[in-house]
Structure formats: C-alpha cells, structure tokens
C-alpha cells in the first residue's frame, strides 16, 4: 500500500514535467530534448533561492515560471523558426529538432556545469513526516503531488474550456486545416512551447525538494518524458496523467522490490510493451 | 568491375597501406591520436552506413560500444582473443536486432528515444547484475600493444569501408536510400522496409560492438561507467554529420578535424568540453546541414558552371 501510495506520488510529479513535453512535440512538433535540462534548471534556481536567499520553493516558482516562459520562448523564436521554415517535411522538422535540441542540452549541461560545478546539489524542505492512511510519508513530496493535480487541472481546463486551448487543439490535431480557419500557428506554437517549458521548469523546482540531482541529470528525466508522452498519446493531457502514474508505481514496486538502480529498466520495460501492443498510445486510436 | 572502380578500391588501399605504416613512426603521441581517429572513423562510418541513408538518428553507439568491452572483459582469459572482437560483434547485432524489432517498425521517433536511452539501460543492468555477485569492475590485462590495437581498427576500417561500399551497390543500399526518400513509396514498391532496416542496424550496431572489444584492453579497468560513457555516441553523431552522411567517406572528413579540435579543447578548456562539444553541434546543425561533403559538392557544382560559362 505504501509503495503504491509513494508510487502515485511521485507519478504526479512526472506527469507535470511530460505535460510539459507533450505540450511543446504535440502542438509545436519539437521533439525537445533539452526538456530535461530544463527541469535541472527549475531545479537548481529553486535550490539556489532557497539557500542564498532563503526562499521557499513554493513561491520560487512564481518567479522561476515567467522567466523559464520567457526563455523558451526565445529557444522557439531563435532556435526553432528557422528550422520550421527549413523544413520541407514534418519529417525533416522532426529530425531537426532532434539534432538541435540534442545540440542544446549539450550546451545547457555545459553551462550548468561551469557555473555550479559537477557536484550533486540537495536541500532540505519541508521534509516532515506526514500520516496517510496509516504510514508517513514525506510532506514535500506530497506538496508536490498537490501543485502537479492543480497545474494539470489548469492546463486540462485551459485545453478544454477556453478559445485558445481550442485553437492550441485543433493546431496539434491538422496544422495546415487550423490556418485555413484563420489560427496564427506560429504564434500559438511559440506560446505554447514557452509554457511547455515552463510547466517543465515548475515541476524540476518541485522535484528537487525531494530528489537530489545534478547537472548531467536532466536526460534520465527527458527520456522518462518521452516514454509517457508516447504511452499517453501525443497532445493527450488526460493519457500523460494515466501513464505518467502508472511509470510513477511501477519504478517505486521496481525500487522497493528488486533494486532502486533499475528503475530505468522499469521505464523502458513499458516502452517496449506499448511499442508492441499499443504505438498509438493509451487512448489513442488507430492511424487509419 | 569497371575501371574507375579498381581505381576507387586501388586508391584506398594505398591510403590503408600508408596508414598502416603509423606505429613505425616511433611517436606514442602520434600512435594514440592515431587509434582515436582510428576508433572514431569506424564508428563514424558505421554509424553512417544505417542513419545517412534512412535518416534515422541512432544514440546508441555507446552501449554498443559497452558491450563490446564487457565482451573482451569477461572472455579475454577464457578465449582466445580473435575469438572477442567477433563474439562481441555478434552480440552488438543481436542487440541491434531486438532494438530494431521493436521500434523500426514505427515511425523514427520511438527510435531516436529509445536508443537515447540504452546505454544507460545496459549500464543499469550491469550494474545490477555486479551488485548481486559482489563484484566491481573488471581488470583487463593483456599482452595487446598499442600497435596491435591500430592495426585492428584499421583491419576494421577497411572492412566496414568495403561492406558499406558493396552495401551501396547492393539491392539492399538502393533499398535503403528509397526509404530514406520517401518510406510510403518504398513500402508500395514492394521493399519490405522494416527488414532493410533492421539488418542495417545490426550491421551498424555490430561493428560498434567490435570497435569496443578491440579498445577494451587498452581500458585496463573497465566499469559500467566508464564503457557506457553516453558522450560517445554524441561525438559520433557530430563527427558523421560534420563530415556529412551523403558519401561513404563523409564522415571520415569530419572525424579527423574533429579529433584534433577534440584534443585542443581537451588540453586548452578541460572543463568547458560539454559546452563546447555542444556549441559545435548546434553550429553543424544550423550552418552545415549537410556536412562537409554538402561544401565540397557545393563548390564542385559551382566550379562546373564557372567552366560552362566560358
């Protein structure tokens, strides 16, 4: 009960950084390997504000979400258009945006580690006990879960309910149709690749409450991601949150029952399973 | 064969020839940059073989490659040594051939995130299965100099050369270059596209394995960390692309300048070579999308039409 409790847990938090994900490849067709690096980066502002400054983390992320915005939206504008108006086919977009990204993590983890050094970087908050159902377990790690249900929501009523998230939908599903009825792809995909990113950044601030990580850290978490992106169905809020808790169980049963060190191997366990039986996602329905 | 063909085989046999002629020079310096560019032009242009023609970014080279130093790790005092760099080549295809089987049927992104992945999958399970029997890392002591291992790569390069030039010529390779043009066309044609894929990468990821069986003694100690540095596969892929993956001896171009700029970023910025090695991605990726080889064509046309003109 209690690996499944830790399990659901820490699945919220994933969910939160592949929402990130699929928002940026479902809508702006970036396959954003950097996407990690960017949850390192949420990670490492919030563990500086909150020893230098001593700034919770909770409102490092007020902060910490405009500026991630900000930043990329400026990798879309700089990085990204060019090779959105290079590319002949999606294709092509895609391999692209794999190269470049791939480029740019280099570039990131290389930046972090020249200014923070190689070390592993933790701190403590709110790492009091808490009874659920009769066994403790850590409070930030629940806050965590808490911010990741509110942010999900938000984003999912955001998609559902507003003129925008329509627009953003209808871009993701057939790009070429959603000009035609007079959308501004460019514009929205560029929006919503900065919030993809900051939603990222947002979730590595809450992550490092309670996960130590340090600057080469950031690929494990984009390739966990991608993994839930593909078994949830791109641009498919709901199937992110179902496969991002299922991972979320099935590596702390790997961690608790066989070792901690293979929870990789629990991640990719699964992707290999979906690639066989389901490539169209949780949800998905079959390409026709 | 045709003329100009026995000059092409003729022309790199004497390069094969002079390059062999390297551990003469007496220089250990110049025979450890030698074996660099040795290791990195296999793996380069293996590398190239599978991704040039279909488009289809492998990051697996480096579990590949950790594969092929556990081979010679836990064989080298059971077997005979020629025996490693083939069961290590044999390995490297198997695994490449389950990879391909469960994602080269699907579009090439679930390809791309799963080989981002394998290494550090590979090196989890070997070092889960080290925790269970107690042991660590793996002493790798033998009687291989430095020279033999030139050789070895060099016997390597030249092979993969000559099968990635008989692959080119082959049904296979014009199979090859219909999917990377267009997959639904070549799936119509009747080219079974998964199955040209899968042997390809096995090809690719065959020979990976091997480079790292060969390389494994000069290690000494081999752990999971250290066989299944994830930078390699990086620094191929930007080696080949540098070069360009349009030729077969595109990437060769690349690895050879890349090595030295390697070397003096190395030796100048130790700690800076993560941004480095990323910038020059990222210049590669924007200004020479199709490598060197793109440039040399480029001005080869434009030389052509500069003549027509007079």
Excluded at chain 1, 156 to 163: A, V
Aim: aromatic share 12%; hydrophobic share 55%; proline share 3%.
């Amino acid at each position: 009960m209690d690996i499944l409790i830790t399990g659901l847990l820490l699945g919220g938090t994933y969910a939160l950084i592949a929402i990130g994900l699929n928002l940026q490849y479902g809508v702006a067709r970036i396959m954003n390997l950097a996407n990690g690096e960017m949850l390192v980066i949420g990670g490492f502002s919030a563990f500086w504000a909150h020893t230098n400054i001593g700034l919770s983390p909770l409102l490092t992320v007020f902060i910490l979400a405009p500026v991630a915005f900000g930043l990329n939206w400026l990798i879309y504008r700089v990085m990204m258009v060019p090779l959105v108006k290079r590319a002949k086919t999606r294709g092509q977009l895609e391999v692209d945006s794999i190269l470049a990204t791939f480029g740019l993590s280099f570039v990131l983890v290389g930046l972090m580690l020249a200014v923070f050094g190689g070390d592993y970087f933790n701190y403590s908050y709110l790492a009091v006990p808490i009874r659920i159902v009769g066994d403790t377990y850590a409070l930030n790690r629940v806050m965590a879960f808490v911010m990741a249900v509110i942010i999900c929501g938000l984003i999912y009523l955001w998609l559902n309910r507003t003129r925008a998230g329509m627009s953003i939908r209808a871009i993701a599903t057939a790009p070429d149709a959603a000009r035609l009825v007079g959308i501004d792809v460019r514009r929205l995909s560029a929006l919503t690749f900065a919030l993809g990113g900051a939603v990222t950044a947002v979730g590595g601030a809450y992550i490092s409450t309670f996960l130590t990580l340090d600057a080469s850290t950031g690929v494990v978490f984009t390739l966990k991601a991608l993994i839930i992106v593909i078994m949830g169905g791109v641009g498919d809020v709901r199937g992110t949150i179902v496969a991002a808790l299922l991972l979320g169980v099935l590596e702390s049963f790997v961690a608790a029952l066989i070792d901690p060190g293979l929870t990789l191997a629990a991640a990719y366990a699964m992707f290999i399973t979906i690639l066989l039986f389901r490539p169209q996602g949780l949800f998905g329905r079959k390409p026709t | 064969m045709t003329l100009p063909d026995w000059k092409t085989v003729g022309g790199a046999a004497v390069l094969f020839g002079l390059a062999a002629l390297l551990p003469y020079s007496g220089s250990g310096y110049y025979l450890g940059l030698g074996i660099t560019i040795a290791m990195f032009a296999v793996l380069a242009t293996s590398w190239a073989l599978f991704s040039g023609p279909t488009h289809y970014i492998s990051l697996a080279t480096a579990a590949f490659f950790g594969v092929g130093t556990y081979v010679t790790g836990l064989g080298f005092e059971a077997l005979p040594y020629w025996t490693l760099p083939l069961i290590a080549g044999v390995a490297g295809a198997v695994l490449a051939g389950l990879v391909g089987l469960a994602t080269l049927r699907l579009s090439g992104v679930y390809f791309v995130i799963f080989t981002l992945g394998l290494a550090e999958l590979v090196r989890q399970i070997i070092t889960w299965s080290q925790n269970r029997s107690g042991q660590k890392g793996l002493y790798v002591l033998t009687d291989m100099t430095e020279a033999g291992i030139y050789w070895q790569l060099l016997g390597l390069a030249a092979a993969v050369f000559l099968a990635g030039w008989l692959i080119a010529r082959s049904r296979l390779g014009f199979a090859l270059r219909i999917i990377g043009d267009d997959e639904t066309v070549a799936a119509h044609s009747g080219i079974n596209t998964a199955l040209a894929k899968v042997l390809l990468f096995m090809v690719s990821g065959g020979v990976a394995a091997m480079v790292g069986a060969i390389l494994a003694p000069r290690f000494v100690y081999i752990e999971p960390s250290l066989a299944f540095a994830p930078i390699l596969s990086f620094q191929v892929v930007i080696m080949a692309l540098l070069g360009g993956t349009g030729r077969l001896w595109g990437p060769l171009v690349g690895v050879i300048p890349f090595t030295f700029l390697l070397e003096a970023i190395a030796s100048n910025f130790p700690n800076q070579t993560t941004l480095a090695l990323g910038v020059a991605f990222l210049v590669i990726v924007y200004l020479l999308p199709r490598g060197f080889v793109g440039l040399i064509e480029d001005a080869k046309a434009r030389m052509r039409r500069t003549e027509g003109a007079l």
